[in-house]
């Protein structure tokens, strides 16, 4: 079977965290709670290659998702605890993305919106010609509030 060596992937996380150098941690090997808490942070693909999690120690549905390739943002915390940090480093990233692109379509469609009011009130008329007509029924009340006859 053919290993994967993530040695200077570990050295270079080591040297962007200003760690000590040391062995490279392997499945089932403890690598020290400094070291776990920077590699979730700074490099959380290489963390879950590393620690080499098991998808049997999800809970079953996220498990079946996980199988099929499919990434629940409801999954994400399942992921996180259980050492899948890559994993859900992606779904985060897609969850930012797609929060990104909702703000930039609200902010559009917010500009379109104050573009057009801009302007209706640039071509408005002056004076009060731009307002609708009053209709007879309104004018019709009108005279009785203020008690004037024809």
Request: aromatic share 8%; proline share 6%; net charge neutral.
């Amino acid at each position: 079977m053919n290993e994967i060596n993530y040695t200077d992937q570990y050295v270079a996380f080591c040297q962007r965290a200003n760690l000590p150098i040391n062995e490279v941690p392997t499945p089932g090997t403890k690598m020290g709670m400094t070291y776990e808490i920077a590699m979730k942070e700074l490099d959380p693909h290489l963390y879950q290659n590393l620690t080499a999690p098991k998808a049997s120690s999800l809970k079953a549905d996220v498990r079946s998702r996980y199988e099929k390739g499919i990434m629940w943002t409801s999954d994400l915390e399942e992921y996180w605890q259980k050492g899948f940090t890559g994993v859900a480093k992606n779904i985060a990233d897609e969850m930012d993305r797609a929060r990104e692109l909702m703000e930039q379509k609200n902010l559009q469609e917010m500009t379109e919106r104050n573009n057009k009011r801009e302007e209706a009130i640039r071509n408005k008329k002056p004076g009060f010609g731009s307002l609708p007509p009053l209709s007879p029924e309104s004018i019709a009340r009108a005279r009785a509030e203020w008690g004037i006859s024809s």
